[in-house]
């Protein structure tokens, strides 16, 4: 072997054990975007148009993998566990927050097992009835949950969810007593509040909106300190209940063993996703606020106010009896 071909070849080995080489190559192959939610709710909804757009920024297919169950935890404690080679993110969601407070013990530390890549969209929620219910708006509703205590249930995605949250907060605010009853997504929830065997939700506008637009749910209130401007006539909580306020949100986090040449890689494609007109046309009729600048930095001082926002709602509601 002459000398020049022996140079070539030690020059190749040295790239492909190189990791800057190996990032530089990122992504070659396909990503998942794990939803800690089952199909067909507003997370889902969400994470499969952001994935259609951020597929074409990174040059690569972003597959959508539901992975729900115990409140987020399934799917959570999937991606903690996963390499930390950029194939595997995670779409959290409030619950991230929440759940420290909720259980005794986690299978991840939701600070120490993540790194961030930034926040992605915060969406307001919508308080909607069975028809059947006796309450055609926001203070006969009101005056019915103060009426009937204990005799009221209500929906939502899982244990600590955006929905749960909205419903405790409106128990401890209101001092009223309804029963919580969890389910694995936002869609057997609503499925089933449709059908009357929950009263009422409090589900995130993109799919709440849709059902009352359909007419199969009445709405009631909005959650967010202002109206919504798609529901203009539609009271918000605070004005009855001034500390009201609820939303959720969808952050993406990655496995902390990831680099940080990844993480800006997602970073930057992320960032360039949120500000495609396709995915801004999308996210309107889901209620959307989209974040045009995510940062790690920014994510990670969120989460941790987040953290401990809803800490003290637990704790003062009794959430996890509730």
């Given at each position: 072997m002459?000398?020049?071909?022996?140079?070539?070849?030690?020059?190749?080995?040295?790239?492909?054990?190189?990791?800057?080489?190996?990032?530089s190559?990122y992504?070659?192959k396909p990503?998942?975007?794990i939803v800690?939610?089952s199909?067909?709710g507003?997370t889902d909804t969400?994470?499969?148009a952001?994935?259609?757009v951020?597929?074409?920024?990174?040059?690569t297919?972003v597959?959508?993998e539901?992975?729900a169950g115990?409140g987020t935890?399934v799917?959570?404690?999937?991606v903690a566990?996963?390499p930390?080679?950029?194939y595997?993110?995670?779409?959290a969601t409030?619950?991230?927050?929440?759940n420290?407070?909720?259980h005794?013990?986690?299978s991840?530390d939701p600070i120490?097992d993540?790194k961030s890549v930034g926040?992605?969209?915060?969406?307001?929620?919508?308080?909607v009835?069975n028809k059947?219910?006796?309450a055609?708006n926001l203070n006969?509703f009101?005056?019915y949950?103060?009426k009937?205590?204990?005799k009221v249930n209500?929906?939502?995605?899982g244990?600590?969810?955006?929905p749960h949250?909205?419903g405790?907060?409106?128990?401890?605010?209101?001092?009223?007593?309804?029963t919580h009853?969890?389910?694995?997504g936002?869609a057997?929830?609503?499925?089933?509040v449709?059908?009357?065997?929950?009263?009422?939700?409090?589900?995130?506008a993109?799919?709440g909106l849709?059902?009352v637009n359909?007419g199969?749910?009445r709405?009631?209130?909005?959650?967010?300190?202002?109206?919504?401007?798609?529901?203009?006539?539609t009271?918000a909580?605070?004005?009855v209940?001034p500390?009201y306020?609820?939303?959720t949100?969808?952050?993406?986090?990655v496995?902390s063993s990831?680099?940080?040449e990844?993480?800006e890689?997602l970073?930057?494609?992320?960032e360039?996703?949120l500000?495609?007109p396709?995915?801004?046309?999308k996210a309107?009729p889901?209620?959307?606020?989209l974040?045009?600048?995510p940062t790690?930095?920014?994510?990670d001082?969120?989460?941790?106010?987040e953290?401990?926002?809803w800490k003290?709602?637990?704790k003062?509601?009794?959430?996890?009896?509730n």
């Open positions: 002459n000398f020049k071909r022996l140079l070539a070849l030690s020059t190749i080995s040295l790239a492909i054990l190189s990791p800057t080489a190996a990032h190559t992504p070659g990503v998942t975007l800690p939610y199909a067909g507003p969400f994470a499969r952001l994935a259609d951020w597929g074409r920024k990174l040059g297919t597959v959508v539901n992975r115990a935890m799917g959570t404690e999937t566990k996963a930390g080679d950029g595997t993110l995670l779409l409030v619950a991230h927050s929440v420290p407070s909720l005794e013990r986690l991840y120490k993540f926040l992605a969209a915060k969406a307001p929620l919508v308080v009835a059947n219910l006796p055609n006969e009101l005056e949950l103060k009937n205590q204990g209500y929906a939502s995605a244990l600590g969810s955006a949250l909205g405790a907060l409106l128990n401890y605010l209101g001092g009223f007593e309804t009853i969890p389910y694995r936002s057997p929830a609503m499925a089933d449709i059908g009357g065997h929950a009263d009422f939700m409090v589900d995130s993109p799919t849709a059902q359909a199969t749910v709405l009631l209130a909005t959650t967010m300190k202002e109206r919504l401007p798609q529901t203009p006539d009271p909580l605070a004005e209940l500390d306020e609820a939303y949100w969808n952050a993406v986090l496995p990831t680099s940080a990844v993480i890689k970073r930057a494609t992320l360039a996703s500000n495609d396709d995915l801004i046309e309107k889901m209620g959307l606020l974040e045009s600048n790690p930095e920014a994510l001082a969120f989460i941790a106010a953290i401990e926002k003290s709602v637990v003062q509601s009794d959430m996890t009896r």
